[in-house]
């Protein structure tokens, strides 16, 4: 008892979709054999029926079929439920009605086969249909099977992040080292991880620092450095150091638990394409319910011998022919395994709307500035001029980084880092004093060194005339001249710039192939957008837009009619990522990415927005596909088991072959919608 109480949410959940599994195999495995013995049994080719008198044979099968009907399957009772409650009807409907019909025709032929009068009487044959009956609802049931087996591998996503989660933490309390259970760890506990532990829960490192191996949340394959101050994620594995860490996340709050039941609900949700499917259902099962009493009738007028033997199976073939199973499962198959796909590639979509929605997308509006870009500033362009002190950029680069060595401004610490990554060993600056808004003033090994923009150096007199078309063309290009002079003689320019990602290029050409438009939003200036967006190959830009601004003009596109998807970092430009008819975040986890957006690229990687519209085209098309597919078997079929080819052709459906065929159609949509497995979204 005490160990069950320990169980998570999530693993009583698995428990009782194990029990469900469990019992629906054991029903499976029932119906099949008792199908089995039933078939033999009718057909007289079981050892030993063939010696059994004939009424006796009957009353053996109606016992035999009993089970079936009844227990195996008492999930389609539910069909009845419906109709009778709601006034309405589902696939259960159509199922239920025609096995009760066919079972009880059986049922009336073997208990009246005891007193033969009455058939003559009654106009009855001697024709029992047990058989269809219970194999109807066992292949029926099997179609079930794969349904649930289906929907268990498309969630094995989930199944994974939920095995990774650590059971104990080791918490450090009152300076003694306590292992607690995951449950019990607070916000607040100061947790201890060694190499090779996983990390307990989301926290924020306090002592040490490590590297962590963080690709089962973000994708990235390489480790990444984590030192004071720097959040960690609950289920990464630590790699390298021991590390303290303050724990600020814990059970349905961590990152982990979010991921997770984003993926859930964006499983259990529906698409607009499957409400349209569900609608349609509403209206088909009783026309068809309608058809299969129309038929039953017909035959009964204008059938040979009036035979209600004959009118009471046309009845039964239409409503187990007509089951829309394959169109029930054509729509939320393909959800279920294309949302489980894009969460194993670290595509978290929150709904069955918005992967139907990036479907329909033909515009695309990048943030720059952490989306198109990297988000922060780095050295781009070291220009030297020559005098007594400085003859190359190392030297330029080591009064530059000295002077800006304790400086807390993102263009001092590009510089810093810079000359770190060259290896240049700094020394402590003298005299450090900040202007605001122009430079630095510092001394280094008794130079005096002045940094800062064009307007500082010429208020202190330093002579910059010669650089100044060198200036002015870096400005152009979006980035940011820092000027040096050492003892008020020009030194260098280092431009520093926020560079673009990688593979923005790659992706913006990939998305304009597919026929998509793409737009650059920002606030930065004209210039500086129109220079980036070159690199990018993005041909349309709205510059200096405030953050305010940036879902107004969001909402210009869409009334130009545009389908729009907006894909920003998700915190200064979540009005915008909300207003969008797809909102795709990019983040390494934090709240603000996962709430803003209807899909969040766990990566931060942009190749995220391409893998999204491909999975999304691929999913629809997928649906399209089986809905196809399941209109077309009905249309063709239904005809054919009330028998409208039968006094031309001659041509008839038994029950038992109209399930076979229906369960063949669910298998047929179920594996059909998963090659979305296959699908490559590289």
């Avoid at 089995?36 to 007289?44: F, P, Q």
Wanted: proline share 3%.
């Amino acid at each position: 008892m005490a160990e069950q109480a320990k169980l998570t949410i999530e693993q009583k959940k698995e428990l009782i979709e194990k029990k469900k599994s469990e019992i629906l195999l054991r029903k499976l495995i029932a119906g099949i054999i008792l199908s089995v013995i039933i078939l033999t049994g009718s057909m007289e080719i079981l050892p030993g029926f063939g010696f059994i008198a004939e009424r006796y044979r009957f009353l053996i099968l109606l016992f035999l079929t009993i089970p079936v009907q009844f227990w195996v399957g008492l999930q389609f009772f539910k069909g009845l439920t419906v109709l009778f409650r709601y006034k309405t009807a589902d696939m259960n409907t159509l199922v239920i009605i025609g096995t009760l019909a066919a079972f009880a025709y059986s049922t009336i032929v073997a208990v009246f086969s005891f007193f033969p009068g009455i058939f003559s009487k009654m106009g009855l044959e001697k024709i029992i249909y047990f058989d269809s009956s219970a194999i109807i609802i066992t292949l029926i049931l099997l179609g079930r099977f794969f349904e649930a087996k289906a929907k268990g591998r498309a969630s094995d996503a989930i199944k994974k992040l939920l095995r990774l989660k650590p059971s104990k933490a080791v918490v450090l309390h009152d300076g003694m080292e306590i292992e607690k259970d995951i449950d019990d760890v607070k916000v607040g506990d100061i947790i201890i991880v060694r190499p090779g532990d996983k990390i307990a829960v989301d926290g924020v490192v306090v002592e040490g620092m490590s590297d962590i191996d963080e690709s089962m949340v973000t994708g990235e394959s390489l480790p990444v450095e984590r030192r004071k101050d720097d959040p960690v994620i609950g289920a990464t594995i630590n790699i390298s150091g021991t590390f303290k860490f303050r724990a600020t996340k814990v059970g349905k709050d961590t990152f982990l638990s979010q991921i997770i039941k984003m993926v859930e609900e964006a499983q259990g949700s529906k698409a607009p394409i499957q409400k349209l499917a569900d609608i349609v259902a509403s209206y088909f099962v009783p026309v068809v319910i309608g058809i299969a009493f129309l038929s039953f009738i017909l035959w009964m007028i204008f059938g040979d011998n009036h035979s209600f033997s004959f009118a009471i199976i046309r009845f039964v073939s239409v409503l187990v022919i007509a089951c829309p199973c394959a169109l029930g499962l054509a729509t939320p198959t393909a959800i279920i395994v294309g949302t489980g796909k894009g969460a194993e590639s670290g595509i978290l979509i929150r709904d069955a709307q918005s992967l139907e929605a990036a479907y329909k997308l033909n515009t695309i509006v990048f943030d720059k500035t952490g989306t198109l870009t990297k988000g922060e500033p780095v050295v781009t362009d070291i220009i030297v001029i020559k005098n007594k002190i400085i003859s190359n950029e190392n030297e330029l680069l080591f009064y530059a980084a000295s002077a800006e060595l304790r400086s807390e401004h993102p263009l001092g610490k590009a510089i810093v880092k810079k000359a770190i990554e060259q290896n240049i060993k700094l020394t402590e600056p003298e005299k450090f004093k900040a202007i605001s808004g122009k430079g630095i003033k510092a001394e280094v090994k008794g130079f005096e060194i002045n940094k800062g923009n064009y307007g500082f150096m010429k208020e202190l007199g330093v002579d910059i005339e010669a650089s100044k078309n060198d200036i002015v063309n870096l400005g152009r290009q979006g980035k940011t001249p820092v000027i040096l002079s050492i003892n008020q003689q020009a030194a260098g320019i280092i431009a520093v710039a926020d560079e673009l990602k990688e593979n923005a290029a790659g992706i913006v050409s990939s998305l304009k192939k597919l026929g998509l438009k793409v737009i650059m939003l920002t606030g930065d200036n004209k210039n500086t957008a129109e220079y980036i967006a070159g690199l990018a190959g993005v041909d349309d830009i709205m510059a200096e837009v405030l953050p305010g601004d940036k879902a107004d003009k969001i909402k210009e596109l869409q009334k130009s009619g545009n389908m729009v998807a907006m894909v920003g970092d998700g915190i200064n430009d979540a009005p915008a990522l909300a207003q969008a008819d797809i909102g795709i975040a990019l983040g390494t986890g934090t709240d603000i990415a996962l709430e803003a957006g209807s899909v969040a690229l766990i990566s931060g990687d942009l190749s995220g927005v391409l893998k999204t519209i491909k999975l999304s085209r691929n999913t629809i098309r997928i649906v399209k596909q089986n809905l196809f597919w399941a209109f077309i078997y009905n249309i063709i079929l239904i005809p054919i088991a009330a028998g409208a080819f039968y006094p031309a052709f001659g041509i008839l459906i038994n029950p038992m072959f109209g399930a076979a065929a229906m369960a063949f159609s669910s298998i047929s949509v179920i594996s059909n919608s998963l090659r979305l497995r296959l699908f490559r979204l590289n």
